[in-house]
């Protein structure tokens, strides 16, 4: 069952390294603002898998701790070592360019306070410093409200659904809320209760209708993708993101109860996908200083340029997760079975 969301894994992170790449870097860097074409630029949907995703393994690992405050402790604990420290080793690189490099990064990436919010991910009016840091900021705050949940039921419960009521009134408001409401509110959080529902009806589900519904959501993710990106179809911007989270859940079923077959290189890729997501914007500016200077854009066209920079970013944050996170995790892991001890 995880094997087959350790794909999906792969899949989404590798999106979101294509859309940044194409939608950003290729313009940007190589040919003169255009990229290998619009409909790689809903990777970013791949964001909104992780999302369901999240709320979908909490459900899935944690429902049994329901009511059980002494379980709020070990269940943070697992959550911040999960996140933080190769977050914060990657962080510190870039920060460390940022100071070195005054011309690079974000205006507001050499402020002590930005930083250490950043650091904290804290969400601030001007966005972490690490891009992609946004979702982690989301990714906290909803386990900070599911720990409610272990600790009192009705009241996590309670909480639980007045902010996704809250985040469904706010839809027609989408892109009008100041911050901090605009965080709190964002119709992203929803996605975490599409992934609990998830969770909790999966297992109603014979692997025949598993698979049709894989294949279905599967259509609508990427229906909804080419319609936006080539047909330029105008979603609302609001529920955009449900829509996505759909295609995504029905995929989720699929992936665990359709007895698809999960291809070894894919679950590895899944494995490292959070490295993947978190070194890919450095490393492909870096790369792509290296590639211009070699003019390697001058000989190949661009969608062999975005396959290029997507599988090095792709090796690099595999080697980032074989040589830097999997130590990280299997230390922490030594300590809480210590401390446990």
Request: glycine letters at 10%.
């Amino acid at each position: 069952m995880l094997t087959g969301l350790q794909s999906g894994r792969a899949v989404a992170a590798i999106m979101v390294a294509i859309f940044h790449a194409n939608l950003f870097l290729l313009p940007k860097n190589f040919y003169d603002g255009s990229g290998a074409g619009a409909v790689f630029n809903f990777g970013y949907a791949g964001v909104e898998f992780f999302f369901v995703l999240s709320g979908f393994i909490m459900m899935l690992v944690h429902r049994q701790d329901f009511g059980r405050p002494e379980r709020v402790g070990l269940f943070l604990y697992k959550r911040v070592v999960r996140i933080y420290p190769i977050y914060w080793m990657v962080l510190t690189f870039l920060v460390a360019i940022y100071l070195a490099s005054p011309g690079r990064g974000p205006d507001h990436a050499r402020e002590p306070a930005s930083i250490l919010a950043s650091y904290l991910l804290w969400p601030t009016e001007d966005g972490p410093i690490m891009a992609v840091a946004w979702t982690l900021q989301h990714e906290m705050l909803f386990y900070f409200v599911f720990a409610t949940l272990l600790w009192r039921v009705r009241i996590g419960a309670s909480l639980f659904a007045i902010w996704m009521l809250a985040c469904v009134a706010a839809l027609p408001f989408y892109g009008d809320l100041a911050h901090p409401v605009s965080f709190v509110l964002k119709p992203h959080n929803i996605l975490f209760a599409l992934g609990i529902a998830t969770a909790l009806l999966y297992d109603r589900v014979d692997p025949g209708t598993a698979r049709a519904l894989f294949w279905g959501g599967l259509v609508l993710f990427l229906g909804t993708g080419v319609a936006e990106t080539v047909g330029q179809v105008p979603f609302p911007r609001g529920p955009l993101p449900l829509i996505y989270g759909l295609g995504a859940a029905l995929m989720m079923v699929g992936l665990t109860r359709g007895e698809l077959p999960a291809p070894r290189l894919l679950t590895f890729l899944g494995d490292a996908s959070y490295s993947i997501y978190l070194v890919h914007l450095p490393a492909m500016n870096i790369l792509a200083v290296f590639l211009k200077r070699a003019g390697i854009h001058e000989v190949i066209p661009p969608l062999a340029m975005l396959t290029l920079i997507v599988g090095l970013v792709t090796i690099i944050g595999c080697f980032v997760h074989v040589l830097v996170e999997k130590p990280l995790m299997a230390w922490f892991k030594a300590r809480a079975g210590a401390a446990r001890a």
